[in-house]
């Protein structure tokens, strides 16, 4: 820390030891804070300085990997992507995320959440298994079909939909928000062949018992809109119920090009080399 | 696919609702807004007229269709809410079918008296 950081604020942390503690409680720790500085840096400074035992996950801190997603001050974020100055507080309320199991202190296990995304067959399904295992070129995508699904893509896995999400909250059996953007995302790649395997499971305990409360594309970091890929999916469901729906036609494999085109030739230097 | 049709009818109940209840309310209780476009409207609420209009298939043909709308978007809705709650697939599979028995005897219940009287 240096001299301008002359701002502390309280981090009210809540903790819980499961070999320990019979219920999770707070606990409060003065944390220095200078410009710029996250809430996964805050947790770094009161782990190496205040309190070793704190538990929270953190790996790549550039919002890549998804896995230092917490509640602060009750709403999902993912901390190394979150300024301690965005909330103009003297005070942070830091929790793990809501609607997953408890590990230890900040940290929750994802293993629900990937469960469920797991059930949804989150992989191209095909009928040419060999080409799969063995391919011998790329399958053909035009950019509009890329573009239908692409955001869905930038999921990280982090649990931030699940957290915010209300359902989730009251339905155990609720397949969540990242499960069925994933499944809009499969279903929706020209590549790929799993529809008829995949909405009957968006339709069990999936896309109907969805409020569209909204809450997962408002926090989500990455910018996906899982409330959209529900409500595409209901649309599709609803158009392959009566019958409307065209049945996708599976994009075919790119030959490989036989054919190359001449380099273009360098340009004149325009400046010449000293003798 | 059975659930699909199921919230597309929860839908097509919601816009029939408004559209129904809306003949209902203007018909029954809004009567201003009729005598406002001269319509002759003589004490609606009035038992007489009440007996006259259930002798009257329109009529009663609307009070059904509302019941039949009514009672599925409000079944179905009470449904969702209670399956939420319900962490076990066989409870909710339990549930649903209560409520489809539910709906379907206070359907029949709620006919009775509109087509009992029609026959009168």
């Known amino acids: ?275 | 696919m059975r659930n699909a049709y199921s919230w597309l009818l929860q839908l097509i109940s919601g816009v029939l609702i408004a559209v129904l209840l809306g003949i209902h309310m203007v018909l029954q209780h809004l009567d201003a807004i009729l005598g406002f476009f001269g319509v002759d409207t003589v004490d609606l609420t009035g038992w007489s007229s009440m007996i006259d209009r259930a002798s009257q298939g329109t009529f009663v043909a609307l009070y059904i269709a509302l019941l039949a709308v009514g009672l599925y978007h409000g079944v179905y809705g009470l449904r969702n809410i209670i399956l939420e709650t319900t962490p076990s697939a066989r409870v909710k599979n339990i549930i649903t079918w209560s409520f489809i028995i539910l709906g379907i005897g206070v359907f029949a219940w709620g006919t009775y008296v509109p087509v009992s009287l029609l026959g009168s």
């Open chain 1, 1 to 275: 820390m240096t001299e301008e950081s002359i701002k502390r604020i309280t981090f009210k942390i809540q903790r819980y030891d499961p070999e320990r503690d019979n219920a999770p409680h707070f606990q409060k720790f003065m944390v220095p804070v200078s410009r710029g500085m996250t809430v996964l840096d805050g947790l770094i400074y009161v782990q190496e300085n205040l309190d070793s035992t704190l538990a929270f996950r953190r790996s790549c801190r550039m919002a890549i990997c998804g896995a230092c997603a917490i509640l602060v001050n009750k709403f999902p974020h993912l901390s190394c992507h979150t300024q301690i100055a965005e909330f103009h507080s003297d005070r942070l309320t830091i929790e793990p995320l809501a609607n997953l199991p408890v590990i230890k202190d900040l940290i929750t296990s994802l293993e629900p959440m990937f469960d469920r995304h797991r059930s949804i067959k989150p992989y191209l399904i095909r009928n040419d298994r060999e080409e799969m295992v063995n391919p011998t070129a790329e399958y053909f995508q035009l950019p509009d079909e890329l573009n239908e699904f692409m955001q869905f893509t930038d999921c990280v896995g982090c649990g931030i939909c699940v957290a915010a999400c209300p359902t989730s909250a009251s339905d155990k059996l609720f397949l969540g928000p990242q499960a069925m953007a994933q499944c809009y995302r499969y279903t929706r790649d020209s590549r790929d062949g799993g529809e008829q395997e995949r909405l009957p499971i968006a339709s069990m305990n999936g896309v109907w018992r969805c409020h569209l409360a909204g809450a997962c594309s408002e926090a989500c970091p990455k910018g996906v809109d899982p409330a959209l890929a529900i409500q595409l999916l209901k649309r599709r469901l609803v158009s392959r119920a009566l019958g409307f729906g065209k049945a996708k036609r599976l994009a075919p494999v790119v030959p490989p090009s036989t054919q190359t085109k001449e380099k273009i030739a360098y340009p004149e230097f325009t400046v010449k080399k000293a003798k």
